[in-house]
């Protein structure tokens, strides 16, 4: 039992006053980083189990071999996102940037849910009521080109969110078009954006005013996550010629 051996050692080092910390923070990480990272990913749910009970029980050693291991390429994605569950417990705002990037580049809804609950648990601790509300300084679509024959706008969708208090908010934009012939699902945005700084996107899309229709509207909406509450909304009409 992986938890036995944990204790054993820990019993050992309490008696043997001739070993330094130095040397049981060693042991310690070199089995983190050989041993129980693997077994994270083990197919037996036993053993996986004995790893994350061994990478909890060393909280203050696991959180230098995770942050070490879990941005590497090389990484096993079935044990990368087991990672961040340990991210979500012990880690810090200074993980936020690698959260964000893994969050984004999920393959799928379940393991893109388990980044964002990591950074979800650290902007729980973190986070500090601030006195000014994120605001859309920027929200409009730029046509590109227009193709009167299927009554198509091809363009882009622009935005720009701006912080303007002096602490990190984490939030998500998500959009509602409204009169467009074929439904538009445009996927959920979320940003961690720090005190003072501005994030500027933009989306490209095609619309089609439905039949005696001549604009779609687009709905725009920024909520903070963890409290749900609403920092901003706006909407535009967005011309579409026949």
Known sequence: MILKRNFLIIIFVLFSSHISASMIEEMVQNNLRNQWLTELGDYSLATRIRAMDAFLLFPEFSLGVIRQKVDNETLDEN?????????????????????????????????????????????????????????????????????????????????????????????????????????LNIPVAYYWLKGKQETEALIPLTLSAIENGDSVRIDLGIVEMVTGTRLSYQKILVPVSK
């Open 79 to 183: 044990i990368r996102w087991r990672l961040a569950f340990f991210l979500g417990m012990f880690g810090s705002e200074n993980d936020v940037p690698v959260l964000m990037k893994r969050m984004h580049l999920s393959e799928t809804d379940y393991v893109k849910k388990i980044w964002k609950g990591a950074l979800e648990r650290i902007y729980s601790r973190y986070r500090i009521p601030g006195e000014k509300d994120i605001f859309v300084s920027r929200f409009t679509f730029k046509p590109s080109s227009l193709h009167p024959e299927v009554n198509n706008l091809n363009g882009e969708l622009i935005y720009k969110v701006v912080n303007p208090d002096i602490v990190s908010r984490f939030f998500k934009v998500s959009f509602h078009v409204w009169k467009n012939q074929t439904p």
